[in-house]
């Protein structure tokens, strides 16, 4: 008898193993940010950024299904594969990746130097993979109409602070040309890889199916390790010129950097290739930043609207840039992309848009570590490490891209990763700020 109802268990657990998942199950329960492991509830206290992470991914969950994300990725991965393909190997996606979509307008192969050629060829294979991975999800829509010409003159027109109807070529006597040079091209990748690294991080906690789920996972720490890559490289030409803007790799990142962070709402998220702002983890001496991260060292994330409104500079609509006649699928707008979700239960309830902070809120900023520290960098200086201005809205216009008055670079590296001074904290001086505090 008990060995035919060991038989009759092992057959109903293994009945119910082999059933799918249902609707609703999966990794996060939406609306529940309290853990149903046994040993919780947990204190996430200290993990406040991960905690606004999600809090933001469960607000823009909303009635959207795992196809809908999957879909978005298509439009994605289109995006940055074609880019990154077109330049590295002067061709596009073969058409099981295409699945009929158009040539994307301005495509052309890049003139990289040896020393890149390599590293770059790796990388565009990979977000080929990517746009493989969508289609193995099954998504069947077709690359969308995409401009790289048109989407990244908007870009600079936008982090150059061009007031509406200026072009860079109004400005500058002649178009920004992503495929021009190393610099030019390397930066372009960068500039979007970051929304691809940042974006499939923030599906972890709006995906459901445990193996999309995993694979999304392996989206964001590929992006994550690429974007790592194309930090070095440009760091490497840090000091080259990009044309048309008569000014260095670093400075015109610097105000890439800016704009996505002035986009995405009003948390602190984004990072220049140089960075000695106390409330991230920096490096002394040469501020090399390659792996931009929070204080605890771990990497940002943002929803599917917040890398929208990033990519259709705050248009609504939907459509511009990159993407002339719009995305395909229902995520498709940045609508929504600066609310939260409430608390539940031992969470407090925070309002359901997210609060900007004031400059002030940030803290003092000290003086260098010591007097000659590392050179100022003419841009750097007036972009992303200054916190000074008269208002702090988090536009393009007072988060970092025209201080007034003019700001001072952070060069004290003083934080919860205390790396180069030990004991230098100023009595009553708060030196970091988490950006879900924000």
């Not at 795992?66 to 073969?94: A, R």
């Not at 990746?97 to 060829?121: D, F, H, N, V």
């Not at 969308?144 to 936008?158: E, K, L």
């Not at 969470?347 to 002030?360: G, H, L, N, R």
Request: charged content about 15%; some cysteine; overall charge negative.
């Amino acid at each position: 008898m008990a060995g035919i109802m060991i038989s009759l268990l092992a057959l109903g657990l293994t009945a119910v193993m082999a059933q799918p998942f249902a609707p609703g199950q999966g990794v996060l329960p939406s609306g529940n940010l309290l853990t149903t492991d046994p040993g919780g509830p947990y204190n996430f206290s200290m993990l406040n950024t991960q905690t606004t992470e999600v809090r933001a991914a469960i607000a823009f969950k909303k009635d959207l299904t795992d196809m809908d994300i999957i879909h978005f990725l298509t439009n994605v991965e289109c995006l940055e594969g074609q880019f990154d393909t077109w330049g590295t190997f002067g061709h596009g996606f073969i058409d099981n990746l295409q699945l009929g979509g158009p040539t994307p307008i301005g495509a052309r192969k890049a003139p990289l130097s040896e020393k890149y050629l390599s590293m770059m060829q790796e990388v565009a294979l990979n977000e080929q993979g990517h746009a493989l991975m969508t289609r193995h999800s099954g998504s069947a829509n077709p690359c969308p109409v995409i401009d790289f010409d048109a989407g990244f003159n908007a870009w600079m027109a936008y982090a150059y602070g061009l007031p509406k109807g200026t072009s860079v070529a109004d400005k500058f006597g002649k178009p920004f040309d992503p495929f021009l040079n190393d610099q030019n091209f390397i930066l372009s990748v960068l500039s979007l890889e970051e929304l691809g690294a940042t974006g499939n991080k923030g599906l972890a906690g709006i995906v459901g199916n445990p193996v999309l789920s995993q694979a999304i996972a392996g989206l964001a720490t590929s992006a994550t390790a690429q974007a790592t890559l194309e930090r070095v490289m440009l760091f490497d030409l840090k000091d080259k010129i990009v044309e048309p803007f008569g000014e260095t790799a670093q400075q015109v990142f610097a105000r890439i950097s800016a704009m996505r962070d002035s986009l995405d709402g009003p948390q602190f998220d984004d990072q220049g290739i140089v960075n000695s702002d106390s409330r991230t983890i920096a490096v002394p001496h040469d501020y090399a930043n390659y792996i931009p991260t929070d204080i605890r060292g771990l990497t940002f994330a943002r929803t599917p609207a917040q890398a929208l409104n990033i990519i259709f500079l705050g248009d609504q609509s939907g459509k511009g840039t990159f993407f002339p006649e719009g995305i395909l699928g229902k995520i498709n707008t940045p609508k929504g992309f600066d609310e939260l979700a409430s608390g539940t239960e031992n969470f407090p309830i925070w309002p359901k848009k997210a609060p900007q902070m004031t400059v002030a809120e940030f803290g003092d900023i000290l003086p260098p570590i010591t007097a000659d520290g590392p050179k100022n960098v003419t841009g750097e200086l007036d972009l992303t490490q200054s916190l000074a201005g008269v208002k702090a809205d988090a536009t393009a216009d007072t988060r970092g891209l025209k201080p007034s008055p003019l700001g001072a670079p952070n060069f004290a590296n003083l934080s919860h990763v205390t790396v180069a001074a030990p004991g230098r904290v100023s009595p009553g001086v708060k030196t970091h700020v988490d950006h879900a505090e924000l």
